[in-house]
């Protein structure tokens, strides 16, 4: 939930979260501490690729996921 509120406050199209028990997501069935599938974009969307090929796209995608990182390690230690 993090992460997707970081992406759409940056002004990403929010695509929804799915926990671990929907279908589908197996990566994440036997993981035995936290995890998370982040999903940035789409490939076959000409917009979405040429956002995550360049460097400010990049920048700021790995921006939201470490702000949203510290929010929950924040979270977890108070």
Do not use: C, H
């Not at 197996?26 to 956002?51: C, D, H, R």
């Amino acid at each position: 939930d993090l992460i997707q509120e970081e992406f759409k406050d940056a002004g990403r199209i929010d695509r929804g979260v799915k926990q671990r028990n929907d279908k589908g997501i197996w990566v994440l069935q036997a993981t035995g501490m936290p995890s998370i599938l982040v999903e940035i974009g789409f490939i076959s969307n000409k917009e979405e690729q040429e956002y995550m090929l360049s460097p400010e796209g990049q920048d700021e995608i790995v921006r939201n996921i470490f702000s949203a990182f510290k929010k929950y390690k924040e979270k977890l230690e108070s």
